[in-house]
């Protein structure tokens, strides 16, 4: 299932614009990259679930398919913010990302399976390493490579949640590198 993309740049709450300041002064440090998924996530927990960080229009889903509110991206290429809402049952196919990414549940709960890739003799599989639930606050990062996983929505009610990215997403048109299409070993 792919994403709906709605770019969202028309207004930004004065709790995202403090969001975006803070994101970019640790982004202007030039740290490695986990150093700065781990300091972004820092300042990403303390927003989520605040009722004044995102408007109405950036809280609505897609009766199709998970949909992406680009909240913002910076000029250089440095980062990109954005709001995923997932409706029941809603996912992402299996990929990896083209940069470090943090994300933090703003409101309800966001299921991962992660996945390694593991080399065989005629080809690569998959095999799920480890399936985490993300409640409403709980952030978590990466940093490529190694960051390869499943998103979706397994509740009864929407979830929303913010995706903070090394990288335009706007100008690169997505935030996956790949998308995997391998066999899965689920033991």
Aim: net charge neutral; with cysteine; hydrophobic share 35%.
């Amino acid at each position: 299932m792919t994403s709906s993309t709605t770019r969202t740049h028309t207004e930004v709450t004065p709790r995202l614009g403090l969001l975006v300041r803070e994101v970019e002064h640790v982004v202007r440090r030039g740290l490695p990259p986990g150093r700065t998924a781990h300091l972004v996530g820092e300042r990403l927990a303390p927003h989520l679930g605040a009722g004044d960080l995102l408007t109405d229009q950036q809280c609505e889903g897609d009766p199709a398919r998970y949909r992406q509110h680009v909240l913002h991206a910076e000029e250089d290429g440095g980062f990109s913010i954005v709001a995923l809402v997932w409706l029941p049952g809603q996912h992402t196919s299996i990929h990896d990302h083209v940069s470090w990414c943090v994300t933090g549940v703003h409101a309800g709960r966001e299921h991962e399976r992660r996945f390694e890739l593991v080399p065989g003799s005629h080809t690569a599989r998959l095999v799920r390493t480890r399936d985490v639930v993300n409640a409403q606050g709980a952030v978590c990062g990466f940093a490529p490579p190694g960051d390869i996983h499943r998103v979706w929505n397994g509740g009864p009610e929407k979830a929303i949640s913010l995706h903070i990215y090394g990288a335009d997403i706007t100008r690169l048109g997505s935030s996956v590198r790949r998308v995997y299409h391998q066999p899965v070993d689920e033991n």
